[in-house]
């Protein structure tokens, strides 16, 4: 708990040894182990807002935490959760590492500066979210506030929230730069800071309700930006990248890859986007909403790719590979046609599946008539629940000159529906309901296409792979191993099955383990 009687007005300790064993007596008493999710969540209460620091061989993952909901939203987040992990998959509950504090914790980012690590986090003065608050550790457990003096403020008083921070060479000598809401500092040391103005952002793209940095990095000679807000084009919260070739910009929008991740409908799975420094490569953290929406879980960590182009995108973590447990039968005796379709054909030869949907009579020559949607299922269900990974490959081909093909993957739902991912050649990805027994139709929900850094479609005829990361009713789709979306999926049945629309589609026997989680 907070130490209101520390000796000094600078200095509080949080979190003591027989704190920490009280509090896992009372989460043993609630919850045996971790409650599941894809892929970390608090066993009682909500993590917001995650951090992730690599630090000695082990990531220690940092959160604001809320034990009960409370009437005033700050007086909800007055905690600091932390769990480590050894792999980056499986992580261990160490508590809360900071409790009680007499003041609002909003969202946090910590660093090495010197011997000591540092947190920021964000908070408030009255009912005004306008500090930032310093604490230090040792050891990434034991944390004490550094006091008021240390406190940042923006020169108008108006909101500040979590600051990243990168250390750069400047003359011979490491210098920090932080990356808040609010605006851009430089640190001499990476304690006291210098304001130095609002961030540098150009062209003056509109953002709608709050512009958050998630945090920079400098990758090559880039230095990528990563900003959360609501931007045109997407209803939802979204991460956009910006660019720039100094650390204190002008940072400009990477206009072709633009959106990180995001959504274009009102469906909001996923969202924020920060880095976590590894000693050979940057990965990505960011977290999922539950689906009943009312706690938040740490996703899988993502690798970050730049392209030769140098574009910033999610990759697949090789790390995750750690999620793999048991391999599962994949049965396909009896895989058929779901539903009725004008000429289409479903084919088991060895290894692969082949859908055939041949494109409807034109309506003119250069237009293409209404879809024609196939699609089959595999005869094995499996536990989706309990989670699973599944990793394929799929190829479509034109079966004619005007109507451009698509082939993509479907998750059976109880009542003849299906979530389906629909890759198509004309540049775009979407994802929404399939509906059946009738004519096949497919609902969208959401899409991808110019100017997100996420898989647009995919190319006419040319082999790609798939990895689908599933587990309570939430999933993770990537496409030549760069994040297409992550999603909800309820209601479902285990069956996993492909489609294909307005040609053929050639689809592997998938590889499927279970997921190796608690």
Known sequence: MFNRHARTKTCARIVFPAAVVGWFVFLAAVVPGNAPALLYRTPVGTLKDNCVVFHDGAFYLFAMYRREEKPRDQDQWRHVWLATSTDGAHWRDVGPVIQDAPFGIYAMRVWKAGERFLMNHGSFTGEAQDVLRLWESRDLVHWNYLGPEYDIRRPDGQRIDHMDVIPVEEAGKTVYYGYAVGGILRSEDGLKWTWLGELPLTDSIPTRVVQEPGGCQRIGDTYYLLVGGFYPGSFEYATATYIAEKPAGPFRPD??????NGYSGRELVALWAGYCRLPDAVLLSNYMLDPGGRFWWHAPLKRAVVDDAGHLRMGYWKGNDALKGAALPCETGRVQLASSCSNCNVAVDGTQITITAPPRPHVRWITPGKPNIAHAFLDTPFDLDAGCVVEGALKVTAMDSIAFPAAGICLEQHD???????????????????????????EVADSTGV??????????????????????????????????????ARNLTGRIGFLVQDGQGVFNIPKTWKMDLP
Do not use: S
């Open 255 to 260: 206009y072709p890859a633009f959106r990180l």
């Open 451 to 488: 100017g997100c850094a996420t898989p647009a479609g995919m190319p006419v005829g040319e082999p790609c792979t798939f990895r689908l990361l599933i587990r309570k009713g939430i999933f993770e789709i990537y496409l030549n191993d760069l994040l297409v979306q992550t999603y909800a």
């Open 416 to 442: 003849q529906t299906a979530t389906a991912i629909l890759f198509g050649t004309w540049g775009q990805t979407e994802i929404g309901t399939l509906h059946w027994p009738e004519e096949p139709k497919l």
